[in-house]
């Protein structure tokens, strides 16, 4: 069974880090391109950032540049996003998504930037 499962998120304040981690199982990730998108209530949903199957390209959203950075460890099944310098507009739900011929998606993980 194909499974992402998205951990690390919270409520921190404006200026935080967070370290999102997707836990992926049931498919060869190795062959995937890596990616995280992000949704706030009643907006819609888009792409943060993405990596290569291999990690050598990445990519990301104008917004997030030079404050977010994709990693994945393809021994651990395991792709990351490390967040700094958050601020209140980067509040939403961050999923992880698994990219080749089909596509997956996991359950999301709450992030709420706050004072």
């Known amino acids: 069974q194909v499974q992402l499962v998205e951990s690390g998120g919270g409520s921190v304040q404006p200026g935080g880090s967070l370290r999102l981690s997707c836990a992926a199982s049931?498919?060869?990730?190795?062959?995937?391109?890596m990616s995280w998108y992000r949704q706030a209530p009643g907006k819609e949903r888009e792409l943060v950032a993405a990596?290569?199957?291999?990690?050598?390209?990445?990519n990301y959203a104008d917004s997030v540049k030079g404050r977010f950075t994709i990693s994945r460890d393809n021994t651990k099944n395991t792709v990351y996003l490390q967040i700094n310098s958050l601020k209140p507009e980067d509040t939403a739900v961050y999923y992880c998504?698994?990219?080749?011929?089909?596509?997956?998606w996991g359950q999301g993980t709450q992030v709420t930037v706050s004072s």
């Open positions: 049931g498919f060869t990730f190795s062959s995937y391109t």
């Open positions: 998504n698994a990219r080749a011929f089909w596509s997956y």
């Open positions: 990596i290569t199957s291999t990690g050598g390209r990445t």
